[in-house]
């Protein structure tokens, strides 16, 4: 849609509101609170659908034609009032009621003045309130479409897309453009291949809310251009013990052929705790000197083989215990706790192809490697939450505690043809790996209101992160596959053995904000804010390769390798030794500190205005060695930049029901950690990732425009539009060379970005009274990209070398054109305690650029992929909850194919360079609450 018919729309749409009417407004309070105000009570003029909730100071606004009414205000557990009132035109009229429980009594009903956020009304109240552009899922709604992690249910919000183990795209951009808080914190990825940590490690247990930023405002990070997640976890606020379990099957995944590392294959390998086993032994010590062990000595040194072992896999499973308790104090102080335990684990197969290309300027472009690839990875998951809150009339103080652990063991066969040798049809590569990350973060925050009325408070917090990424003893062999045996011979790339150690040393991060309510009469809401957040770490990798001497061709069991192996280093026939480079050391520093100032300011009842400045301060420094000496001293690259970081937010009140929306802002972009280390990342069939230190930060500069209409307190429709430009854009680029198939980082050159967003939650009740249980949620984003490349790169040793892009002007990498998502929602009861939701969730993106092409090569693409999910959560009684789900019904081809706008022939049947499909699962869960 072009702005100038979503203005002229616009236009039409303000023209049509400003009739002759005039208002109601007011400010509601609990009675029993001592007049505090009251969040969220309902207010409605009897007869019509005229109605609006207080905000968080407990006011309202409604707008009407002249004439008599009949006001109901209204809340959950408290005695309903009834207030005639006379409109008259252009006029306000002010009506200001406190509420008593009064002889009411619920059962299970709690009346208190905490706000919460886990609801759907409220959060959808929140947005509409809110001066910024923001949207929230909280746990409710997460729970009622059946989600089991942060990540998916992000994915419900409006232009977010998972996508595989790639994290989430907002607007069609990668995870590169997304940043994290939790509680308001920054916190560290655990994955070096990840911007954020993969947010599927989150169980949405532990969430109370999760704020989605996709405009800037000063008091947030400029680091991100696609999205900010706030992620709050919960604090707990009741009595509660839960048991949850459940059990999963997908199709071609559970109880079908699997093949796992023999030591993995354990009850410690259940656990995910073979980590430990597969470390480099000690013998090597802590810097390489690239010794060569005895076959004695190789014996005692290694605790895992190459082994595997192959069985049916069985049904993926979770368990999960929550219990929270809440107390009330002296002086009506309230101290809570919560404590989420939860394990879960599953079993992933995936076959397809899986080839890379070669070719020259002057030559055909033909396959390097045409693999048919299978792939077994067994997953677990264990995360722990403890969280604590005090509050009183003026603290509110919270400590939280968290622990997640990830792990994943892989067995990947690559089986075809190996680096253009067509003669050998029944060339496998065996990869055996293992992926271990363990995440502690501990914070601790809290509020203090310096006056009685709460005008001024201050905020602050304090975070500490450690985190750990390895991959211990990840092993490659390869030769000819005949039957169920293997011809290899010892040395070369076989039998090789690489442990790869990220850690980060440390992240801390902090904050801390005074926040000044002002004004008088109507105008008492305004607020000004000023504050400091920031945050500084410290990684170190270590990436280390242990071969073998060379040594004559062995016939063994392609499952069963070690007695051989074991045979022949006693007989001294091979030896291991280490093989590292100078670049098995790199050192990261990461610092940020910014201090800002905001105010949100009301003119009158319809404009508001969000406005601040940012200056933030970013430096990073990278000590690499290249492939020299391990004794050479660290080169040096630092990145430093101060930026002065403006942002606006306007917000017109077009009704009490209707809202036009403007945003602008500055932000930049990082890179992800993985693209700025001076390393290159081996795969044992020659495709590597190659690190660049000399990557500078991404400048983004963003506008939004938006119009949303509330039609009721569970319903919205809202249109944008959005344009970015991003100078120094970073990039995924590959490169095919004699040596095999190198991906790699550049700043590539300018991109701008352009599109629209539609947002619908409709409720079917409006049509008729039987129809009430019935909603539908859809969002879509629709978007432009273009990119004017540079004619010179920077490369990773530092020099000006002439791009080499088959295309100079083309789409952004990583930038889908449209994706869609879309659910529709069913209650029903099957008895006076039994409720039901049936969700269906559907989700799409557009074709986008995978990698970047560079000469002969078109890019390569990622295609369309379509999800299909199906939800039913039963609350069967008051202890015992059901969900059944099925996922990704449809089972579409996931795949990425080379373009067909190479600069040479491509002589090969097929562009398809990987594929596989995912399977359809079914979960089945129970929870019991004591």
């Not at 849609?1 to 236009?11: A, D, E, Q, V």
Request: charged residues 20%.
């Amino acid at each position: 849609m072009r702005i100038s018919h979503l203005i002229i729309t616009l236009f039409f749409c303000l023209t049509a509101f400003a009739q002759n009417k005039g208002t109601v407004s007011g400010t509601i309070t609990d009675k029993d609170m001592n007049n505090e105000t009251l969040p969220f009570a309902s207010v409605t003029l009897k007869g019509t659908s005229i109605g609006s909730s207080t905000d968080m100071d407990g006011k309202y606004t409604l707008t009407a034609p002249e004439g008599s009414y009949t006001m109901l205000i209204s809340f959950v557990g408290y005695e309903s009032q009834e207030v005639a009132v006379t409109v008259k035109a252009n006029e306000n009229v002010v009506v200001d009621r406190a509420l008593g429980s009064g002889s009411v009594k619920l059962e299970d009903v709690v009346v208190t003045q905490n706000i919460n956020r886990e609801k759907e009304a409220v959060l959808l109240l929140e947005q509409k309130n809110a001066t910024v552009i923001k949207q929230s899922i909280g746990a409710q709604e997460l729970s009622r479409k059946g989600v089991s992690d942060v990540e998916e249910g992000l994915t419900k919000i409006t232009g977010i897309t998972k996508v595989g183990s790639r994290g989430l795209f907002v607007r069609g951009l990668e995870d590169r453009y997304n940043n994290l808080l939790v509680n308001g914190l920054a916190v560290p990825s655990n994955n070096p291949f990840r911007k954020i940590i993969p947010l599927d490690l989150f169980p949405t247990d532990i969430v109370s809310a999760i704020d989605v930023y996709k405009t800037f405002n000063a008091d947030i990070y400029g680091d991100f251009s696609g999205g900010t997640f706030n992620i709050g976890t919960s604090k707990g606020g009741k009595s509660v013990t839960k048991l949850s379990i459940g059990f999963g099957y997908t199709t071609d995944n559970n109880l079908s052929d699997f093949s796992i590392d023999a030591d993995a294959a354990t009850f410690k390998g259940y656990l995910g705790l073979t980590g430990k086993d597969r470390m480099m032994p000690g013998i090597f010590g802590s810097k390489p000197t690239n010794p060569t062990l005895s076959g004695e000595q190789s014996l005692a040194a290694f605790k895992t083989g190459f082994n595997v072992e192959s069985k049916k896999s069985p049904l993926n499973n979770s368990i999960g215990i929550l219990h929270g308790e809440k107390f009330t104090l002296k002086n009506d102080a309230k101290i809570s706790y919560l404590l989420s335990l939860n394990f879960d684990n599953s079993y992933k197969v995936r076959e397809g192809v899986d080839r890379t290309v070669t070719g020259g300027d002057n030559t055909d472009i033909t396959y390097f490697n045409n693999f048919r690839k299978t792939s077994y990875q067994y997953d677990t998951n264990t995360s722990m939450l403890l969280g604590t809150n005090y509050k009183t009339d003026a603290w509110d103080l919270s400590l939280n505690l968290f622990y997640l652990r990830n792990t994943k063991n892989a067995i990947e066969d690559q089986l075809g043809v190996s680096e253009a040798k067509i003669e050998n049809q029944n060339f496998l590569i065996r990869t055996n790996q293992l992926d271990q990350s363990d995440y502690f973060t501990g914070q601790f925050t809290g509020k203090y209101f310096l006056t009685k009325d709460k005008n001024q408070s201050l905020k602050g917090g304090v975070s500490f992160s450690k985190t750990s990424y390895q991959q211990p003893d990840r092993k490659f062999f390869g030769g000819s596959k005949e039957g169920d045996n293997i011809l290899v011979s010892y040395g070369g790339n076989n039998f090789l053995r690489q442990y790869l150690d990220i850690d980060g040393t440390y992240y801390v991060s902090g904050m801390a904000e005074y926040a000044l309510k002002f004004g008088s009469g109507e105008d008492k809401n305004q607020l000004f804010t000023f504050g400091y957040n920031g945050n500084a770490s410290a990684a170190e990798t270590s990436y280390r390769f242990v071969g073998t001497s060379a040594g004559p061709q062995i016939d063994v069991p392609l499952n069963t390798p070690d007695a051989q192996i074991e045979t022949d280093l006693t007989a001294g026939t091979f030896n291991f030794r280490e093989q590292s480079n100078g670049q098995y050391q790199t050192k990261l520093m990461d610092n940020t500190n910014a201090a800002y100032a905001n105010i949100i300011y009301h003119f009158n009842e319809k404009w508001e205005i969000n406005a601040g400045v940012r200056g933030e301060f970013a430096s990073r420094e990278t000590k690499y060695r290249e492939n020299d000496s391990f004794d050479k001293p660290f080169k040096k690259e630092p990145f430093e930049k101060f930026y002065v970081l403006p942002s606006l937010n306007v917000k017109y009140g077009l009704s009490d029901r209707a809202n036009l929306r403007f945003a602008s802002g500055i932000t930049y972009t990082k890179p992800v950690q993985i693209e700025a280390l001076g390393i290159t990342y081996i795969n044992a069939d020659g495709t590597s990732v190659s690190g660049n230190p000399f990557l500078v930060n991404s400048d983004n500069f963003n506008a939004d425009l938006k119009y949303e209409f509330f039609p009721s307190n569970k319903e919205i429709i809202a249109i944008g539009v959005f344009g970015k430009k991003i100078k120094n854009a970073i990039e995924r680029n590959f490169q095919a060379n004699a040596g095999g198939y190198i991906t790699t980082f550049f700043n590539t050159g300018d991109a701008t970005l352009y599109g629209a967003e539609l947002e619908l939650l409709f409720d079917f009740g409006r049509f008729t009274e039987s129809l009430s249980d019935l909603s539908l949620g859809f969002n879509t984003s629709l978007m432009q990209t273009e990119v004017d490349t540079n004619p010179f790169v920077i490369n990773s040793n530092g020099d000006k070398i002439a791009a080499r892009e088959t295309h100079p002007q083309r789409e952004l990498q990583g930038a889908s054109k449209w994706l869609i998502n879309s659910d529709l929602k069913y209650q029903f009861n099957l008895g006076k305690e039994w409720s039901n939701t049936i969700s269906a969730v559907y989700s799409i993106f557009g074709k986008r650029i995978f990698s970047v092409g560079s000469i002969p090569f078109d890019h390569i693409y990622e295609l369309p992929v379509s999800k299909l999910d199906v939800v039913w959560t039963s609350k069967l009684s008051e202890h015992l909850d059901f969900k059944f789900s099925a996922d990704n019904i449809l089972n579409p081809d996931v795949r990425f194919e080379l373009g067909e706008n190479n600069m040479t022939d491509f002589t090969e049947d097929s562009r398809v360079l990987q594929n596989y499909k995912r399977g359809v699962g079914f979960s089945l869960g129970f929870s019991y609450t004591f």
